[in-house]
Nanobody, 121 residues
């Protein structure tokens, strides 16, 4: 019914930048919160940043000042601009939404398949 597809991951040197995108498709009238999570090997999945439908953003302390989340509601897309990347940012980054309104139903808790971000020299 709803699919989230991430893109934009890759290999980057420390101090570099990447921009992730996540497109939501399906029977969508409105999306509530959209966010980015990440999971490094051997670690639990953690919130990186999320953004409400009105544009209110929330960030993990570890990325504040370096990452910027934004969204385009008309395109059902959320972005994550990542600057000043560090090796500890290496992880699989997942897109998530907590609620989608189809016009007749509310659907909950969708995840993308993830995109790998590797920060290494």
């Amino acid at each position: 019914q709803v699919q989230l597809v991430e893109s934009g991951g890759g290999l980057v040197q420390p101090g570099g930048s990447l921009r992730l995108s996540c497109l939501a498709s399906g029977s969508i009238t409105r999306i509530n919160v959209m966010g980015w999570y990440r999971q490094a090997p051997g670690k639990e999945r953690e919130l990186v940043a999320d953004i409400s439908s009105r544009g209110r953003a929330n960030y993990a302390d570890s990325v504040k000042g370096r990452f910027t989340i934004s969204r385009d509601n008309a395109k059902n897309t959320v972005y994550l601009q990542m600057n000043s990347l560090k090796p500890e940012d290496t992880a699989v980054y997942y897109c998530h939404t907590d609620q989608v309104y189809t016009g007749s139903d509310y659907l909950y808790d969708y995840w993308g398949r993830g995109t790998q971000v590797t920060v290494s020299s």
